[in-house]
């Protein structure tokens, strides 16, 4: 199920930031007291009473203002309320009710989205109670009044974001589809291999780089299975980046990784493996996502014999943290290899849903330990007790050790590297998570 996405709204200088900060758990955005410091958008998952969902900070909205970069920012902000599942309009108590924030009202109760009025700044609930009846007024339901510099007041506001999101079994009949995000710089032939899979112009293709400005939801099906396949804007480099359109298109793509089962890396076959290339790659990587390497426009490329082997080699060359990527080569515009798609998909969507019984990977664990012994530093070693799944998509295991310090990054690598050899977990990140026991805890355990 798709994570609920909240966009925080409000003019500037309401105290946004802070506010987003304090719920994403770190100081991401930039807090000045100048108006207009939060430019672009910016976004963070998030955790309230077990659900998920992602956060959005938005520049400020100025409703009249001609200045360019006020009238960016009101574009982010509107894009951003295109997405957003749940809305928190924010104010501040001290100026109380402004013009600006009843157009702000209007533009928010036209979008049709559920809306939490917060009233920031109210440092002292018992001697502000009084200035809050005035955002009654604003027609948007009740206000709550918090302070986001003191924390005071944010659980009842996330309790009413809470109970606005859309219902967890809204999309329960998508958990038999693999949602396949197609990812990559603009240009490498994303809405192509769309269409040519759909055998429709779905999207438009052009050769205009950065034409599809949004992610756009295709359900498909074949012999092989049922497919939502997401096309999504190219990412261009962010010196590129001038439209604020574009910095919404970039959001897009994140968000559609972070929907995404498996993503497709598009790689022009002609350009080759670009740095931009490698930063889309790691997004998808980082998001823990299944990834197919795929090599678009392989007709274009002359060819002799080992060509194919030394482009592989190449990819993996450039993006060394995707050595787990299978890799195919096709052609969007001619079909070639473009069915070979779908059974690498079911594949590879099985592996990063993979999970593996606790038995099965200590006996792997310890056969692992037996070959290499793990490393010691100052005449301590470094004892791995057992191991244990936690988590799927990705496959995700915890160890129990001794000595967090111990664990040395070259070791959890080559645990890594002895679980992919007996399980596959093609096309998969794995991550391994270490945790200290003492001897006494291990022993009593039966370790």
Same mark, same amino acid.
């Given at each position: 199920m798709s994570k609920p996405i909240v966009a925080i709204i409000g003019k500037p200088n309401v105290g946004k930031s802070t506010f987003f900060n304090y719920l994403a758990g770190s100081r991401i955005s930039i807090v000045q007291d100048t108006p207009?410091?939060? #430019?672009?958008? $910016?976004?963070?998952?998030? %955790?309230?009473?077990?659900?998920? &969902?992602?956060?959005?900070d938005t520049g400020g909205i100025e409703p009249d203002s001609d200045d360019i970069i006020l009238s960016q920012m009101r574009e982010q902000a %509107?894009?951003? $309320?295109? @997405?957003?599942?749940?809305?928190?309009?924010?104010?501040d108590i001290r100026q109380g009710v402004t013009a600006a924030d009843k157009e702000i009202a209007l533009m928010l109760k036209k979008s049709g989205k559920p809306i939490v009025l917060v009233c %920031?700044?109210?440092d002292n609930i018992e001697k502000d109670k009084d200035e809050i009846y005035e955002f009654y007024n604003l027609g948007i339901g009740e206000p709550y009044p918090i302070s986001a510099t003191n924390a005071i007041g944010i659980g009842d506001v996330l309790d009413a974001i809470y =109970?606005? *999101?859309p219902k967890s079994d809204e999309n329960e009949n998508d958990d038999n589809k693999i949602k396949v995000a197609v990812i990559g710089k603009p240009n490498v032939g994303k809405s192509s291999l769309i269409n040519k899979i759909l055998g429709e112009n779905r999207a438009i293709v052009s050769d205009i780089a950065g034409t599809t400005r949004d992610a756009i939801d295709s359900e498909f099906e074949n012999e092989k299975g049922k497919y939502v396949l997401i096309d999504t804007a190219g990412v261009r480099k962010k010196s590129k980046i001038k439209e604020s359109i574009e910095k919404y298109s970039i959001m897009r793509t994140l968000l559609a990784i972070e929907r995404a089962d498996v993503c497709l890396m598009m790689i022009d076959a002609v350009e080759g493996v670009t740095d931009q290339d490698a930063k889309i790659a790691g997004e998808a990587h980082e998001a823990g996502k299944g990834v197919i390497i795929v090599v678009n426009k392989w007709d274009a490329v002359e060819k002799e014999t080992g060509t194919l082997?030394?482009?592989?080699?190449? $990819?993996?060359? +450039?993006? +060394?943290?995707?050595?787990?990527?299978p890799i195919i080569f096709i052609s969007a515009l001619t079909g070639q290899r473009v069915n070979k798609l779908f059974d690498l998909i079911n594949h590879v969507a099985e592996q990063n849903a993979l999970? $593996?019984?606790?038995?099965?990977?200590?006996?792997v664990i310890n056969e692992a330990i037996a070959i290499v012994q793990p490393p010691s530093d100052k005449g301590r070693r470094l004892r791995i007790y057992y191991g244990t799944q936690v988590s799927t +998509?990705?496959?995700? *295991?915890?160890?129990?050790?001794? %000595?967090?310090?111990? &664990?040395? *990054?070259?070791?959890? #690598?080559?645990?890594?590297?002895?679980i992919r050899k007996e399980f596959g977990l093609e096309g998969t990140p794995i #991550?391994?998570?270490? #945790?200290?026991?003492? =001897?006494?805890?291990? @022993? +009593?355990e039966g370790f």
């Open positions: 207009g410091v939060t #430019r672009d958008r $910016i976004y963070a998952e998030t %955790n309230w009473r077990g659900r998920d &969902f992602t956060l959005i %509107n894009l951003a $309320i295109a @997405m957003a599942d749940v809305i928190i309009f924010l104010t %920031n700044k109210a =109970d606005k *999101f082997e030394q482009y592989k080699k190449d $990819i993996y060359q +450039k993006l +060394k943290y995707l050595s787990y990527a999970r $593996i019984t606790t038995s099965v990977l200590n006996q +998509k990705p496959p995700t *295991f915890v160890v129990f050790v001794n %000595n967090k310090q111990l &664990f040395h *990054f070259s070791y959890e #690598r080559y645990l890594v590297n002895q #991550r391994i998570i270490a #945790r200290e026991k003492s =001897d006494k805890e291990a @022993m +009593k």
